[in-house]
């Protein structure tokens, strides 16, 4: 099981969204199985998207996931959700700050695993 890892904005926007515990429970385990999970969003320096169901509501009524996996030794941050209605993609300058973001995430978690 990989390390995962829901930031404040990531926990922050899921309370926003209306995910519930169990919810972000499900997100945390499906990761730990498979951290690679979800298609790669060009633009964004590696990271992924993809869709869960809300409860009751079908993979229509369910969420967007961001999240990014930069290798084994790194854990698989949870960024951002938004509901599926909300928006279907990020803007450019969201892109761009996702990539920004996935840098310094990589580099100082890559750092920590090479600093003896």
């Given amino acids: 099981m990989h390390t995962v890892v829901e930031t404040p904005a990531?926990?922050?926007a899921g309370?926003?969204?209306g995910m519930s515990?169990?919810?972000r429970t499900e997100v945390v385990e499906l990761l730990g199985d498979?951290?690679?999970y979800g298609k790669v969003m060009k633009g964004t320096g590696g990271c992924r998207k993809f869709r869960v169901a809300g409860r009751g509501h079908?993979?229509?009524g369910g969420y967007r996931i961001v999240t990014v996996f930069g290798g084994e030794d790194i854990p698989v941050f949870l960024l951002t959700?938004?509901?599926k209605g909300e928006k279907d993609n990020l803007s450019k300058a969201?892109?761009?700050d996702l990539a920004?973001?996935?840098?310094i995430l990589i580099d100082t978690y890559g750092k920590k695993g090479k600093a003896k």
């Fill in 10 to 12: 990531y926990l922050s």
């Fill in 15 to 17: 309370h926003a969204a």
């Fill in 21 to 23: 515990e169990e919810e």
């Fill in 34 to 36: 498979e951290p690679r």
């Fill in 58 to 60: 079908g993979k229509s």
């Fill in 81 to 83: 959700v938004f509901g």
């Fill in 94 to 96: 969201e892109c761009n």
């Fill in 100 to 103: 920004k973001l996935t840098k």
